[in-house]
């Protein structure tokens, strides 16, 4: 498919039905004409997803649909019914639009986190420089496991739970300098390889791994979809395309969002595993499990069920959540 050519040659309808979709109110043969273009214009996006996948093209004939979408359903006469569409369409579709991204960020964190535990523990005078010998043993051998366990286990969970979703819904705010994210994750990825070198340099590296696995692998995974969120907003901003850079700030922006709001809940799952779970005396096959099985769950909900979302023409926008929710606090 000539993508340029096949977005010319519907470029009138797909204005048409924007124009619809935009007006206060339709005639019974405009409302009729809403839903014929509407219908043609999904089938249109499915195929320009199945034979180019991602494009600008299809992003914005999805936005355009969702407004139309809105208008022939209209909002409920309740906010909360607008959640399940929130949960199983918009958030798992702005989660899958962010996967190569993640596991790029995922990627670039622990390669720089591996090279800098390679050169600590390489470099004796680096090593000295934390500390004393003393001071790094009992890091090593008590105060790295003491941490999970020094609090209450429901005041700590919830203090890690504030304290990363403020460094999620950062690396979105902040995603368009092009500075924060970058910052985040380098500064992530130097703690979590200073902390790896001190334990291997006393032999405690199995420590750092089982302390971390139960609740670090959806923690971290969370804190990746962040960061990718905000180079998402950044991207936008220096190569909008056709689109004027406000327009592709706007859009981004909304589905992004959603996935802050969405982080919000992941992150306190991965608190409850941090208070509850890591600290416990428990085999570790049984807490690297739960960790796991969140882990697990989370990448279905993100990689397989985004898919379906995404591929059924969902953009992940909050726009018309938002909209909704508007329209029924007005009345």
Not at 83 to 103: D, G, H
Not at 123 to 130: G, H, I, R
């Amino acid at each position: 498919m000539d993508l340029d050519a096949y977005s010319a040659a519907h470029r009138n309808d797909w204005d048409r039905l924007d124009a619809l979709a935009s007006k206060r109110s339709l005639s019974g043969a405009e409302a009729d004409e809403l839903i014929d273009r509407y219908q043609a214009g999904a089938t249109q996006l499915s195929a320009i997803k199945t034979t180019a996948g991602s494009t600008r093209h299809g992003d914005r004939l999805s936005v355009t649909l969702s407004k139309s979408r809105l208008r022939f359903t209209s909002a409920s006469a309740n906010v909360l019914s607008q959640l399940p569409r929130f949960f199983v369409l918009q958030l798992p579709a702005a989660l899958y639009r962010l996967r190569w991204l993640t596991l790029a960020v995922a990627l670039v964190t622990v390669g720089v986190a591996a090279l800098w535990a390679a050169w600590v523990l390489n470099d004796p005078q680096v090593l000295a420089n934390l500390g004393s010998t003393e001071e790094l043993r009992r890091v090593a051998e008590e105060d790295f496991a003491n941490y999970y366990s020094d609090n209450p286990a429901a005041s700590f969970a919830g203090q890690v739970w504030t304290n990363n979703a403020w460094i999620a819904a950062q690396c979105i705010a902040f995603g368009i300098t092009g500075i924060w994210v970058p910052y985040v994750i380098l500064q992530n990825a130097q703690n979590l390889g200073l902390n790896a070198a001190v334990l291997f340099s006393f032999g405690e590296g199995d420590t750092f791994f089982l302390y971390i696995a139960p609740h670090g692998l959806l923690e971290l995974t969370a804190i990746f979809v962040a960061a990718a969120g905000g180079l998402r907003i950044f991207w936008a901003w220096v190569a909008p395309g056709k689109r004027t850079r406000g327009q592709a700030l706007a859009e981004d922006a909304r589905a992004l969002f959603t996935v802050a709001i969405g982080l919000v809940f992941v992150l306190l799952v991965s608190g409850i595993l941090e208070g509850f779970v890591t600290p416990q005396p428990w085999p570790w096959p049984v807490k690297i499990g739960l960790g796991a099985a969140a882990l697990g769950a989370f990448l279905f909900y993100m990689l397989v069920v985004g898919r379906r979302a995404y591929r059924a023409g969902e953009t992940g926008d909050l726009a018309a959540f938002e909209a909704g929710a508007r329209r029924i606090y007005a009345n």
